[in-house]
Antibody
């Protein structure tokens, strides 16, 4: 059974960089797409981006050039960096596996989520 | 971006009721739609993919239908453990987008 676990600081100051890691267990990261999705308090879900196991990335244009997703295959984990954060970036951040095959894609495994608050 | 509009935003129903949630896409997304269930404090769980295919292990009371721009998610007989928020999500175009959610409560 594939399991994902987010980790990282729960509090980040405005204008700084948010950094989170997602550790994958029960399966290899050297396959599939690996994604970050966030959910502001009381709001809906926002796709942030993914990284494919070969290093190819896709980012949500709404985040412009602030987001970077990277892969660490030696530790079976992937990471998120979001720069120049503001209070609007306060959210629960989820990592998820994006399964794509043929014409279908879906997020089939999710972490529990981690709350990151942006505040001075 | 493709906008996904869910209705209703909240719903109160009794145990045993048939519950229906709709999701409308701002453009044709064929059958490129998934449905998720999210319980408080948890990550979402995939229930339906490709508009009408049930994920392995999902109870048969959950079903989905539709194509193009209009989709429906149905719970045939509401159970207490179904209390959650439900989201649709399109994967026809990047960036992937979600509906705003439907919060389901017991009457």
């Amino acid at each position: 059974q594939v399991q994902l676990q987010e980790s990282g600081p729960g509090l980040v100051k405005p204008s700084e960089t948010l950094s989170l890691t997602c550790t994958v267990s029960g399966g290899s990261i050297s396959a599939y797409h690996w994604s970050w999705i966030r959910q502001p308090p009381g709001k809906g879900l926002e796709y942030m981006g993914y990284i494919y196991y070969n290093g190819r990335t896709n980012y949500n244009p709404s985040l412009k050039s602030r987001v970077t997703i990277s892969l660490d295959t030696s530790r079976n984990r992937f990471s998120l960096k979001l720069s120049s954060v503001t209070a609007a970036d306060t959210a629960v951040y989820y990592c998820a596996r994006l399964y794509c095959s043929g014409s279908t894609c879906y997020f089939d495994y999710w972490g529990q989520g981690t709350l990151v608050t942006v505040s001075s | 971006d493709i906008q996904m509009t869910q209705s209703p935003s909240s719903l109160s129903a009794s145990i045993g009721d048939r519950v229906t949630i709709t999701c409308q896409a701002s453009q044709d997304i064929r059958n490129y739609l998934n449905w998720y269930q999210q319980k408080p404090g948890k990550g979402p769980k995939l229930l339906i993919y490709d508009a009408s295919n049930s994920e392995t292990g999902v109870p048969s009371r959950f079903s989905g239908s539709g194509s193009g721009t209009d989709f429906t998610f149905t719970i045939s007989s509401l159970q207490p453990e179904d209390i959650a928020t439900y989201y649709c999500q399109q994967f026809a175009n990047l960036p992937y987008t979600f509906g705003q959610g439907t919060k389901l409560e017991i009457k």
